[in-house]
């Protein structure tokens, strides 16, 4: 217990290092679905549509919004202080749900254990009943 407990520590330490300081570091280019719906428009310096057909043209802004939007967190004006707590709450979040979770799953299953090999084959007497082959 002592070892999943230190294993479970050490990864969610190494993901809240990930996700608060390196997520900052990511590429700040569209990713794949991204470029994929650019192909086809023209461009200009700021990365404003100009002209061409693409099917980035039908963007809008987000309907739904959200404190963490566009990952970062709503108010906050510094980028890499933003998108660092934006990482770093997603992670304990999800870290609570999965383990939440795994606690109540582990709770239900905690009635009596699997049924051993033969169980269903012993007679009343708690033999064995002999193998018919």
Not at 9 to 29: E, Q, R, T, Y
Not at 44 to 53: F, H, L, M, R
Not at 88 to 102: D, E, I, K, Q, S
Request: glycine residues 18%; contains cysteine; hydrophobic residues 40%.
């Amino acid at each position: 217990m002592k070892r999943l407990r230190g294993f479970l520590v050490g990864g969610l330490l190494v993901a809240l290092l990930l996700a608060g300081v390196v997520s900052s570091f990511a590429s700040p280019h569209p990713d794949g679905l991204d470029s994929s719906l650019r192909e086809g428009c023209t461009f200009d310096a700021e990365g404003e549509i100009t002209g061409g057909s693409c099917p980035a043209q039908q963007e809008k802004e987000h309907e739904i919004g959200g404190p963490l939007a566009d990952y970062g967190i709503t108010g906050i004006d510094n980028d890499f202080l933003s998108t660092g707590l934006s990482g770093v709450l997603g992670v304990l979040l999800t870290f609570a749900v999965a383990g939440g979770a795994f606690w109540l799953v582990r709770r239900r299953g905690t009635g009596a254990g699997p049924e051993p090999v033969g169980a269903r084959d012993a007679d009343q007497s708690g033999t064995p009943a002999p193998s018919q082959g």
